[in-house]
């Protein structure tokens, strides 16, 4: 029987969010049985003393509801962490938020910011989730697309799109898909622009850690950006552990107030346990760091030059974890260039589509993920050697 419900509309926000081509793109190559090159995740352990002390937790009874702002240890580790590595001094009490994940960061900044209507900057090819995170708070995204193999951005570029008037910029430092790493120049000429303009910032840093060439450093410590910027970041990519679906924000404490608001009455709190095990990992020394970057050099260095040898002209990234491609020696277009690769060689990687302007279908370009064991990598080379175009 068809219920007078079911013939009520869906909301606009909810017919408007595609389905994400990340995941999609895991979901057909777990079908053809290939190797997935596509979904940032590590398929490598997680560092045993975090999976210890998430047990510890758990079995310490650690496992009601936390503290909605984020357990106050784990502030405090943040607070010690951004003044140490990112010359930030912040407030745990009132400027640190903890969060599911830098995903919910992302949407409690948003929401706490943007009106519909208001128009938000970003930087094409941008990670996929900008575009329906925007649509969620009815944000219009104004786009500056930059070009490989720098992505350098210019003066020239930044000035009409600020004049015409953006409420704010998200920059993602290091980027995904690109590798891009911000330079001090770049983020200085935002900052001025932001103050000239009067723009907040939302920066996206969950790669912090993962840098190749040149040196990470968070918009929120140039100078006139303290007040401005919304910092956002988290645990996954630095510990491996994107299941746990940690992360945090940091801002002024009437900017984190509105944020605080909103966090809670949508998650309540991030999960209990392993924030109490996270902590672990805020202790991890210098070394951890140091070696994790190396490692994943080490696997760039063997997924690039393969890349590079199949005609892919690869982009060489400068940090996080993936390779940015052209396919049109693949397919006709990026989706088919994709789902070809997936099923003939057996290996699967992200159309560059999903990280471009919705009308760009002409963008055909993949992206690869190299958070991966070398033995996956090395067999993923091996089945892109096999096919050929
Ligand atoms: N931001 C960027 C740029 C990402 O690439 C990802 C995951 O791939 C996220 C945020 C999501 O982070 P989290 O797992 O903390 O939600």
Redesign the pocket.
């Known amino acids: 029987m068809i219920t007078a419900s079911l013939s009520l509309a869906l909301s606009q926000r909810a017919m408007q969010t595609k389905e994400s081509q990340i995941r999609e793109a895991s979901r057909y190559c777990e079908k053809f049985g290939a190797i997935n090159l596509a979904q ?1 995740l590590p398929d490598f352990p997680t560092p045993q003393a975090l999976k210890d002390a998430a047990r510890e937790a758990i079995a310490a009874d650690l496992n009601q509801y936390a503290d909605s702002w984020g357990w106050v240890k784990l502030r405090e580790a943040i607070a010690e962490k951004m003044q140490r590595d990112n010359q930030i001094v912040v407030d745990p009490e009132t400027e640190i938020t903890v969060c599911c ?4 960061g ?1 949407n409690v900044a948003l929401m706490s910011l943007i009106d519909p209507g208001d128009r938000v900057l970003i930087f094409e090819p941008f ?1 996929e ?1 900008y575009i329906p995170n925007l649509v969620t708070v009815g944000g219009i995204p104004e786009f500056i697309r930059l070009q490989p193999p720098q992505w350098e951005v210019t003066a020239e570029m930044l000035e009409p799109i600020f004049k015409k008037g953006i409420k704010a910029v998200i920059i ?1 430092s290091p ?2 898909p690109t590798g891009k790493v911000w330079t001090r120049i770049e983020l200085e000429l935002i900052a001025k622009l932001c103050q000239q303009y009067d723009v907040y910032a939302i920066t ?1 840093e ?2 912090e850690y993962i840098v190749y060439e040149g040196e990470h450093i968070s918009l929120m410590s140039i100078e006139g950006m303290r007040d401005r910027t919304i910092v956002v970041n ?4 630095t510990f491996c552990i ?1 299941g746990w ?1 940690l ?1 945090y924000t940091i801002a002024t404490p009437e900017i984190s107030a509105a944020m605080r608001r909103i966090h809670d009455f949508i998650t309540i709190s991030a999960p209990a346990p392993l924030q109490h095990a996270a902590l672990t990992a805020m202790h991890f020394g210098r070394e951890y760091f140091t070696n994790m970057a190396l490692d994943y050099k080490r696997k760039r260095d063997i997924l690039f030059p393969a890349l590079a040898e199949m005609g892919l002209s690869p982009v060489l990234p400068k940090g996080a974890y993936y390779i940015w491609t052209d396919s049109s020696i693949i397919a006709k277009d990026a989706n088919s260039a994709a789902f070809r690769l997936a099923k003939e060689a057996l290996v699967a990687a992200v159309p560059g589509t999903c990280f471009s302007h919705p009308d760009r279908e002409k963008v055909n370009a993949l992206r690869f993920c190299f958070a991966k064991k070398d033995s996956t990598i090395e067999a993923a080379v091996e089945n892109l050697r096999r096919l050929k175009f």
């Open positions: 940032g994940g830098a995903t919910e992302l990670y989730n993602n980027a995904n996206d969950i790669y988290g645990f996954s990519k994107t679906r992360g």
